[in-house]
T-cell receptor, first 115, second 113 residues
Framework: DAKTTQPPSMDCAEGRAANLPCNHS???????VYWYRQIHSQGPQYIIH???NNETNEMASLIITEDRKSSTLILPHATLRDTAVYYC????????????????FGTGTRLTIIP | DVKVTQSSRYLVKRTGEKVFLECVQD?????MFWYRQDPGLGLRLIYF???????EKGDIPEGYSVSREKKERFSLILESASTNQTSMYLC????????????FGSGTQLSVL
C-alpha cells in the first residue's frame, strides 16, 4: 500500500473550517484514501473514504486532487470535540475474495481546536 | 451501533507471565484485528483473522499468538510477557466486503513489570 505524509500537528480556531492535508504521491489507481481519527483514550474512529471523486458525509468532506497525489480532509465547523489525531491511509481496493485484511496507520496529524 | 468490547481497560502483569487479551464484537463481522499503539510509532498491526480459526500475521507478530474459536471473539496471547510489550492494545473488526470500515474497541493499556 502507498505511503502517506501528514503534518505532525495543526491548530484551528473553534467554529472555523479545519483543513487537514495528506500527501500520497505514490498512490496507485486502485487504492482508496481513508481517514480515521483518534480522540484521546479511545480507539480510532472511521471518518470517510474515497477513490477519486470528492466525498461528503455528516462528519467531514474529502477532497482528492485530480492526479490523486494528495487529499484534504475538511471539518467544516470545528468544535472542541474535534481535537484528535487524524490518520490518512491509502489501501488497495480488493475486488474479490477477502476484503480489507489490513489497514496500515502512520502517526497522523494532531489537530488541536483552540477556543 | 457496532460494539467492539475489550475485556480490560488496564492490565498489569509481570515479566514471564502468560497474558490473554480478549476482544468481542457484536456485529457478525468476519474480519478481526489486533493492533498495538506506542508513542511516536502510531498503530502497528500484530495479527488479523478473516474467519473462524483463520489467522494472518501482521507487521509485528513476534512474541504474540492469536486464537479465533468463535466468530465474535478474537484473543491475543502473550506467551511470556516482556517489558517491551508494555503498550496500548487495540482490537478492531470489519465486514469482509471490500472497502468496509474498521470499528475499534477502546483499548487495553498493558503494563509489564
Amino acid at each position: 500500500d502507498a505511503k502517506t505524509t501528514q503534518p505532525p500537528s495543526m491548530d484551528c480556531a473553534e467554529g472555523r473550517a479545519a483543513n487537514l492535508p495528506c500527501n500520497h504521491s505514490t498512490i496507485s489507481g486502485n487504492e482508496y484514501v481513508y481517514w480515521y481519527r483518534q480522540i484521546h483514550s479511545q480507539g480510532p474512529q472511521y471518518i470517510i473514504h474515497g477513490l477519486k471523486n470528492n466525498e461528503t458525509n455528516e462528519m467531514a468532506s474529502l477532497i482528492i486532487t485530480e492526479d490523486r497525489k494528495s487529499s484534504t480532509l475538511i471539518l467544516p465547523h470545528a468544535t472542541l470535540r474535534d481535537t484528535a489525531v487524524y490518520y490518512c491511509i491509502v489501501r488497495v481496493a480488493k475486488t474479490g475474495g477477502f476484503g480489507n485484511e489490513k489497514l496500515t496507520f502512520g502517526t497522523g496529524t494532531r489537530l488541536t481546536i483552540i477556543p | 451501533d457496532v460494539k467492539v468490547t475489550q475485556s480490560s481497560r488496564y492490565l498489569v502483569k509481570r515479566t514471564g507471565e502468560k497474558v490473554f487479551l480478549e476482544c468481542v464484537q457484536d456485529m457478525d463481522h468476519e474480519n478481526m484485528f489486533w493492533y498495538r499503539q506506542d508513542p511516536g510509532l502510531g498503530l502497528r498491526l500484530i495479527y488479523f483473522s478473516y474467519d473462524v480459526k483463520m489467522k494472518e500475521k501482521g507487521d509485528i507478530p513476534e512474541g504474540y499468538s492469536v486464537s479465533r474459536e468463535k466468530k465474535e471473539r478474537f484473543s491475543l496471547i502473550l506467551e511470556s510477557a516482556s517489558t517491551n510489550q508494555t503498550s496500548m492494545y487495540l482490537c478492531a473488526s470489519s465486514y469482509r466486503r471490500t472497502n468496509e470500515k474498521l470499528f475499534f474497541g477502546s483499548g487495553t493499556q498493558l503494563s509489564v513489570l
